[in-house]
């Protein structure tokens, strides 16, 4: 891993996250407090971020600082654990009917592989 600050990596590594979540850029944008293009052009790599502006996108896609801005630390995919969590998030934030069709799809998928 690189020891300096890459934006376009870092944009990269904050896009994946976010995709991985479920999250649209205006809802990652909306999360964080900052306006929808300005949220973009942190994905793109065109800009660079404050220090408030990278603690947001810490906390709210569970990145560690070193994982955001050097590629070191804790990506969100360390264990089990963290993908549980973004399926039951996922899940969680669903309407019900989508909840109920999830849930029914993960006993069918479960139970074909006990046969």
Do not use: H, W
């Not at 264990?79 to 998030?89: A, G, M, Q």
């Not at 996922?90 to 989508?98: A, G, T, V």
Request: charged residues 35%; glycine residues 6%.
């Amino acid at each position: 891993m690189s020891q300096t600050y890459d934006r376009l990596a870092a944009g990269e590594r904050i896009r994946a996250r976010r995709k991985l979540l479920g999250l649209t850029q205006e809802e990652m944008a909306e999360r964080i407090g900052r306006v929808p293009k300005y949220y973009a052009d942190i994905e793109r790599g065109s800009c660079g971020m404050s220090v408030e502006t990278l603690v947001s996108l810490s906390r709210a896609l569970d990145l560690s600082l070193d994982y955001i801005i050097l590629g070191e630390g804790k990506d969100g995919n360390e264990s089990r654990k963290d993908e549980v969590t973004v399926i039951l998030d996922l899940i969680e934030r669903s309407p019900d009917r989508r909840r109920d069709y999830a849930l029914r799809l993960l006993k069918l998928f479960l139970a074909a592989l006990n046969e």
